[in-house]
């Protein structure tokens, strides 16, 4: 066999165009999980991917006369997926990013709790004891929803609309607010959601730009495995070239007994 699995086979004959729409193999591949058909670092599969493209342009008349797949557009395809490869961002860039994402939203509540207790502080001077002013205003909610990016903007707005009724608006002025500490609620409720809607925005961009660039790890890695395997049989004599083609390092670097694993006259 040249591929290492049948996913590894659809991702490669997909991207080259070898399948035709009569032959929908795995036609739910894309809505399912990417996972990777290589163990090792994803960064060192378009290093050495490029390696193997390389050897193969440096002898592709020992591929070509023995299989006509690796006659181009083989090699272009394949340096673009592996430039493609290379251009993606890793999965610890994008975890970067994203927490970046999530501090901005933290940056904001942490700014936003005080304004809703500043408020309600005249509140409470307007309105002693109230309890059932208090609830209207929401200070029987905020403990539970203080740390929730979803409760707490629903909060402030809670308390804005309160806070900003004609009637209690002059009673928390004549007790020192100003009506700009009223309107920030608002705004803090409006940033904190727009904040949220960024952040999980780029989550979802994130699991899609992952599942992609899984794929086209996939991609390259299929096209390495059918270079190795042809590599077994082209230099079946040959043990220097054939280690260039070795996906995995061997543990030992010590050349094996002069015997050929693969009969060439018996192709795998």
């Known amino acids: 066999m040249l591929f290492c699995n049948s996913d590894c086979f659809y991702n490669y004959f997909c991207r080259v165009g070898k399948i035709s729409n009569k ?80 501090v901005n939203v933290e940056k904001i509540m942490n700014t936003s709790r005080p304004d809703f207790k500043l408020v309600f502080g005249y509140v409470n001077l307007a309105f002693p004891d109230n309890e059932g002013v208090f609830r209207t205003y929401g200070k029987n909610l905020y403990d539970k929803c203080k740390k929730s990016h979803t409760k707490f903007p629903n909060l ?41 809607r960024i ?11 992952a599942q992609d660039r899984v794929l086209n790890l996939n991609i390259v890695w299929a096209s390495m495995v059918a270079l190795s395997e042809c590599a077994k049989i082209i ?10 083609f070795l996906l995995y390092q061997e543990p030992s670097a010590t050349p094996p007994p002069p015997v050929s694993a693969v009969d060439p006259s018996k192709p795998e």
């Open 199 to 209: 952040q999980q925005k780029f989550m979802g961009a994130r699991h899609l730009s």
């Open 235 to 244: 230099y079946a004599k040959d043990y220097a070239m054939n280690k260039l």
């Open 23 to 102: 032959f929908p193999l795995k036609c739910n591949y894309m809505a399912k999980k990417v996972e990777r058909d290589f163990n090792m670092k994803d960064e060192n599969v378009p290093v050495l991917g490029q390696r193997f493209l390389d050897q193969l342009q440096d002898n592709k008349n020992d591929f070509t006369s023995q299989y006509t797949r690796f006659i181009d557009p083989f090699a272009t395809q394949m340096q673009e997926d592996i430039d493609f490869c290379k251009a993606s961002a890793t999965d610890a860039a994008c975890v970067a990013f994203q927490h970046v994402k999530t």
């Open 156 to 196: 402030l707005m809670q308390a804005y609309e309160m806070a900003n009724d004609p009637e209690t608006k002059l009673l928390l002025i004549a007790q020192g607010a100003t009506d700009a500490q009223i309107q920030k609620l608002k705004t803090d409720s409006e940033d904190i959601v727009k904040a949220v």
